[in-house]
């Protein structure tokens, strides 16, 4: 199918990287700015949810109704203090507090992607616990990377640009991803009404028994589409079985494509392009050539699950509006300018502080 071909839902990308560094130039937000609102009107989306370093919170700001914002909150791999907390052991109610305040929609993309044993902390350390409570207590809800694709603990079936970017654990000063999981789930059962969305499906798609009985165990909890290399490609090998589980767990899914501010735009395009042929076709297609090179090619094709209409709505906007909000909430101008003041985006800070 073609994009002009797709059904006319409202689609919401819930799954957007567009970083803002601290000092970055007016021309550079300017640029950054071009690049989401072409991805939003030639893919045909109605909104992006964005990790972005308030980037999101300015774009929020001046097109009103068109961004959702993600809070930013350290990996488990990055070490303390952290620029924006700038404490060991940070407060998180006045830092969370503070972020509410601004406008934010939730937090992250954050997580656990693996890393040296010595520079990782679990997502259970002492830590994250106060960050846990909050977002449990205040219904925050947490958009989380846990682990990676299951080749990547593999030196024979990883993929050489896995290895050429580090992401490869086979060694032993890796903890395994048995280890990440383990630390999720006694996050989970600690603080059990958490409204989380897992990225990337989890890493779970070459499972389907577990993929079901994780999400019956953790009903809070959801997953996005966001594609891993291995994704659409171990669903379509169970393509039956696995176009079942989508309609019985529809309510559960979120589409997302983790487009980054490195890609070309026409890249970005491809991911719209790839997940929805996967979700609304029943073709066997591969990967474009035009996709990035994190897409992989693979031999063997996708095949569409050309899921029902009623499911599609939900998928792509219904399940994101239900955990987010129906609307983005509304940025207050002069609270998110002090906020980028105080963590070192004063560029920024004067260009929302014109919004006011």
Same mark, same amino acid.
């Given at each position: 199918?073609?994009?002009?071909?797709?059904?006319?839902?409202?689609?919401?990308? +819930?799954?957007?990287?567009?970083?803002?560094?601290?000092?970055?130039?007016?021309?550079?937000? @300017?640029?950054? #700015?071009?690049?989401?609102?072409?991805?939003?009107?030639? +893919?045909?989306? $109605?909104?992006?949810?964005? $990790?972005?370093?308030?980037?999101?919170?300015?774009?929020?700001?001046?097109?009103?109704?068109?961004?959702?914002?993600?809070?930013?909150?350290?990996?488990?791999?990055?070490?303390?203090?952290?620029? $924006?907390?700038?404490?060991?052991?940070?407060?998180?109610?006045?830092?969370?507090?503070?972020?509410?305040?601004?406008?934010?929609?939730?937090?992250?993309?954050?997580?656990?992607?693996?890393?040296?044993?010595?520079?990782?902390?679990?997502? $259970?350390?002492?830590?994250?616990?106060?960050?846990?409570?909050?977002?449990?207590?205040? *219904?925050?809800?947490?958009?989380?990377?846990?682990? @990676?694709?299951? #080749?990547?603990?593999?030196?024979? =079936?990883?993929?050489?640009?896995?290895?050429?970017? +580090?992401?490869?654990?086979?060694?032993?000063?890796?903890?395994?991803?048995?280890?990440?999981?383990?630390?999720?789930?006694?996050?989970?059962?600690?603080?059990?009404?958490?409204?989380?969305?897992?990225?990337?499906?989890? &890493?779970?798609?070459?499972?389907?028994?577990? =993929?079901?009985?994780?999400?019956?165990?953790?009903?809070?909890?959801?997953? @996005?589409? %966001?594609?891993?290399?291995?994704?659409?490609?171990?669903? =379509?090998?169970?393509?039956?079985?696995?176009?079942?589980?989508?309609?019985?767990?529809?309510?559960?899914?979120? &589409?997302?494509?983790?487009?980054?501010?490195? *890609?070309?735009?026409?890249?970005?395009?491809?991911?719209?392009?790839?997940?929805?042929? &996967?979700?609304?076709?029943?073709?066997?297609?591969?990967?474009?050539? %035009?996709?990035?090179?994190?897409? %992989?090619?693979?031999?063997?094709?996708?095949?569409?699950?050309?899921?029902?209409?009623?499911?599609?709505?939900?998928?792509?906007?219904?399940?994101?509006?239900?955990?987010?909000?129906?609307?983005?909430?509304?940025?207050? %101008?002069?609270?998110?300018?002090?906020?980028?003041?105080?963590? +070192?985006?004063?560029?920024?800070?004067?260009?929302?502080?014109?919004?006011?």
């Amino acid at each position: 199918m073609e994009m002009k071909e797709f059904a006319d839902l409202p689609l919401i990308d +819930g799954h957007v990287h567009l970083d803002a560094p601290a000092g970055a130039t007016k021309q550079a937000v @300017d640029k950054l #700015e071009s690049f989401a609102l072409e991805i939003i009107d030639r +893919g045909r989306l $109605s909104q992006m949810y964005l $990790s972005s370093n308030y980037l999101g919170t300015y774009l929020k700001a001046k097109h009103a109704g068109r961004f959702y914002d993600g809070g930013e909150v350290p990996w488990s791999s990055t070490e303390v203090p952290w620029s $924006s907390i700038g404490a060991d052991v940070p407060d998180w109610r006045e830092y969370l507090d503070g972020l509410m305040a601004c406008g934010i929609d939730g937090i992250g993309e954050m997580g656990s992607k693996p890393a040296l044993k010595e520079k990782f902390r679990p997502l $259970s350390d002492d830590f994250y616990k106060d960050f846990w409570r909050y977002c449990e207590s205040h *219904q925050v809800p947490v958009l989380c990377h846990v682990a @990676d694709p299951e #080749e990547f603990w593999d030196e024979a =079936s990883a993929p050489q640009w896995a290895k050429d970017r +580090g992401w490869v654990y086979y060694g032993g000063e890796f903890p395994k991803k048995e280890e990440l999981y383990s630390d999720l789930e006694s996050i989970l059962c600690h603080y059990p009404d958490i409204s989380m969305v897992l990225a990337h499906f989890y &890493f779970l798609s070459a499972d389907l028994e577990r =993929s079901a009985d994780f999400l019956d165990k953790h009903p809070k909890v959801s997953f @996005d589409l %966001t594609p891993g290399i291995e994704l659409l490609y171990n669903i =379509s090998r169970k393509r039956d079985q696995w176009r079942e589980f989508f309609i019985a767990y529809q309510d559960r899914i979120l &589409f997302g494509t983790d487009i980054c501010d490195w *890609q070309k735009s026409k890249a970005a395009l491809d991911r719209i392009w790839v997940l929805r042929n &996967f979700l609304e076709s029943d073709e066997e297609f591969f990967t474009p050539r %035009t996709a990035d090179h994190l897409m %992989t090619r693979y031999t063997e094709p996708f095949i569409g699950l050309a899921l029902p209409g009623e499911v599609l709505k939900k998928i792509y906007a219904g399940n994101f509006q239900r955990i987010f909000g129906k609307q983005p909430r509304p940025v207050d %101008t002069l609270c998110a300018a002090d906020s980028c003041d105080k963590h +070192g985006q004063e560029p920024l800070a004067a260009l929302i502080r014109e919004l006011a």
